[in-house]
């Protein structure tokens, strides 16, 4: 098992985009790199804990790599919009790419710099070694399983393009 911290805007709709791929074992939403401990979500609401809502990503690299994950996650934000993800504004709404292991830093940089030449603005995706990351309440954990109607910043085709992405097999 590996893991990546993957901050998409709301992590209501980034969660659930990342369950509906084939290797991801386990997600859980949190708030990641952020500047006091154990914050609850209404504090980080207010934009002065530095928090970014993040979804760990636990992924079996057997069946998905990280590159094919990084590439999928920019298939679901706008990596040029600083701190705003579809109607969603604040600093915790920010990109990011947080790892927890040093060698992945390398593809992390590999797919930005392949991404950046589809944009003519700069990516503004926040990368970074994980300092820290503290879990949500239940009440925030799949919630668009809890909660179909509910609230989220992307489209609903997402859902359904990123169950059927499946990762090239090398041969």
Same mark, same amino acid.
């Given at each position: 098992?590996?893991? #990546? *911290?993957?901050?998409?805007?709301?992590?209501?709709?980034?969660?659930? /985009?990342? =369950?509906? #791929?084939?290797?991801? %074992?386990?997600?859980?939403?949190?708030?990641?790199?952020?500047?006091?401990?154990?914050?609850? @979500?209404?504090?980080? *609401?207010?934009?002065? !804990?530095?928090?970014?809502? !993040?979804?760990?990503?636990? @992924?079996?690299?057997?069946?998905?790599?990280?590159? /094919?994950?990084?590439?999928? /996650?920019? %298939?679901?934000?706008? $990596?040029?919009?600083?701190? =705003?993800?579809?109607?969603?504004?604040?600093?915790?709404?920010?990109?990011? #790419?947080? @790892?927890?292991?040093?060698?992945?830093?390398?593809?992390?940089?590999? %797919?930005?710099?392949?991404?950046?030449? =589809?944009?003519?603005?700069?990516?503004?995706?926040?990368?970074?070694?994980? +300092?820290?990351?503290? $879990?949500?309440?239940?009440?925030?954990?799949? @919630?668009?399983?809890?909660? $179909?109607?509910?609230?989220?910043?992307? $489209?609903?085709?997402?859902?359904? /393009?990123?169950?059927?992405?499946?990762? =090239? +097999?090398?041969?």
């Amino acid at each position: 098992m590996k893991d #990546i *911290y993957l901050a998409g805007g709301c992590f209501w709709g980034t969660e659930h /985009f990342f =369950k509906q #791929i084939e290797g991801v %074992v386990n997600t859980e939403v949190g708030f990641a790199n952020g500047n006091t401990a154990d914050p609850t @979500y209404q504090e980080v *609401y207010t934009d002065k !804990t530095g928090f970014a809502e !993040t979804v760990h990503i636990s @992924y079996d690299e057997n069946v998905v790599d990280l590159e /094919f994950l990084l590439n999928m /996650f920019f %298939v679901a934000i706008d $990596p040029t919009s600083l701190n =705003k993800q579809g109607h969603d504004e604040g600093t915790r709404y920010r990109t990011g #790419i947080y @790892y927890v292991d040093d060698s992945q830093l390398g593809i992390i940089n590999k %797919v930005v710099g392949e991404q950046q030449e =589809k944009y003519e603005k700069p990516i503004v995706v926040e990368i970074e070694t994980l +300092r820290n990351f503290y $879990p949500a309440d239940e009440y925030h954990q799949d @919630y668009l399983d809890k909660n $179909p109607d509910g609230y989220c910043h992307l $489209p609903l085709e997402l859902f359904e /393009f990123a169950r059927k992405a499946r990762m =090239k +097999r090398k041969a």
